[in-house]
């Protein structure tokens, strides 16, 4: 008989279980980095004349320590001082290229495909020109302007 009690315990210890049922749920959060940015500057040469082009190095720069900054197009605008473009000067006689771009016009404002991704802290520079049209009419109200070149960036 203590056999059969023995057995009996072993087969209850082994098959018996307890447990609570429960739902539940939860949740979590996680800050993604942004990115720095990026800025962008040029260096046209003097002395642009009518019918007449200037080169333009325009360096794009990472301002991330950390990460890579994928860059699409350099958009260009030209603008000119205020006393010139007042006095008659108009912008739309200046115009600017890459000068990786083969075929096409250049333009004010204009776009170029920069198609790259730029290495933490490193640069990429696109050569260009700036050009100054001879549109046949008088532009002594250009003479001494300032020509201003503003960048944008974008991945469009």
Excluded at 60 to 80: D, E, G, K, P, R
């Amino acid at each position: 008989m203590l056999a059969g009690v023995s057995a009996a315990v072993i087969a209850l210890a082994g098959g018996a279980y307890a447990y609570w049922s429960t739902t539940g749920g939860g949740s979590a959060s996680s800050t993604i980095a942004t990115d720095s940015g990026v800025s962008v500057a040029g260096d046209p040469a003097d002395g642009l004349y009518p019918g007449g082009s200037v080169a333009v190095t325009s360096v794009i720069t990472n301002a991330s320590s950390t990460a890579a900054q994928y860059v699409a197009n350099l958009h260009v605008t030209i603008s000119l001082d205020s006393a010139h473009a007042q006095a008659g000067c108009l912008a739309s006689w200046f115009t600017y290229k890459s000068d990786a771009e083969a075929a096409g016009s250049n333009s004010n404002p204009h776009s170029t495909a920069v198609d790259t991704e730029i290495g933490a802290g490193a640069t990429r520079s696109v050569a260009g020109h700036m050009f100054m049209a001879d549109p046949n009419t008088n532009q002594d109200a250009c003479k001494g302007a300032t020509a201003n070149l503003a960048y944008a960036v974008n991945n469009s």
